[in-house]
């Protein structure tokens, strides 16, 4: 059942090409919760069988993730903290988030910006604070595009270098699971390191609410 649906996935990714890839990181990058990691490895996956440019499937990516976080930003920028704050649960962006994010963003700045390009969760998050604080357009711009490259780049790669190889992952189980058994440890030291940065944004950001509280 797993095999199918990824295989149908897989194939949707295909037939989309790059404007599909634009789009869906578009999403990822604003309010609706696409994951990157299921945009980015199909793409690169068949790019590894020729049926894209690598590197066009990165700079897609990347575009999309400057637009929807663009418009994101604007968004947040023109309608205020009371809209944001009071719609966001009917996005999944509760108080907690959307605090978390603002934490981030203050303490951090065009820095926080960057780094949040890397991480899961806050990478949805980090313009609507960003427009909420009125952050200049170019420098947010920039770090965002910066971002967005480098973890597009990231997945792109584990999509051609890790299961690109094998093109007959989508046509049978038995080589998907020899290949998640082959190629566990890549699986296993990205859960960790993204385990660990979540976990440094998040002590970070109650550390922060806390010592605000304080004084």
């Known amino acids: 059942m797993l095999h ?34 299921v945009v980015m490895p199909p793409a690169a996956y068949w790019a590894a069988q020729g049926q894209f440019d690598f590197w066009g499937i990165v700079l897609a990516g990347t575009a999309g993730s400057w ?25 999944l962006l509760g108080p907690e988030k959307i605090k978390m994010a603002e934490v981030w963003v203050r303490d951090f700045g065009t820095l926080g910006i960057f780094i949040a390009r890397l991480l899961p969760v806050v990478r949805h998050l ?17 770090v965002t595009t910066a971002g967005a490259f480098l ?3 990231v997945l792109s790669w584990f999509g051609k270098e890790v299961i690109g190889d094998r093109p007959d992952l989508l ?20 859960v960790l390191l993204l385990g660990a940065l979540t976990f440094l944004v998040k002590w970070k950001s109650r550390r922060s609410a806390g010592e605000q509280a304080i004084s």
């Not at 920028?77 to 009071?86: F, H, I």
């Not at 980090?126 to 920039?142: E, K, Q, Y």
Request: net charge positive; with cysteine.
């Open 171 to 190: 046509n049978s189980p038995d080589a998907m699971v020899a290949v998640m058994k082959e190629r566990l440890i890549y699986f296993i030291v990205a």
């Open 126 to 142: 980090i313009s609507i604070p960003a427009g909420l604080f009125r952050m200049p357009f170019v420098p947010f711009s920039l």
């Open 4 to 37: 199918e649906l990824l295989a149908i996935w897989f194939g949707w990714v295909r037939d989309w090409g790059y404007l599909g890839v634009f789009v869906l990181m578009a999403m990822e990058s604003s309010i609706f919760p696409v994951p990157s990691e």
């Open 151 to 153: 973890w597009c780049s």
């Open 67 to 91: 637009f929807g976080s663009a418009v994101t930003y604007w968004v947040a920028r023109w309608a205020g903290a009371p809209v944001v704050k009071r719609y966001g649960k009917w996005f």
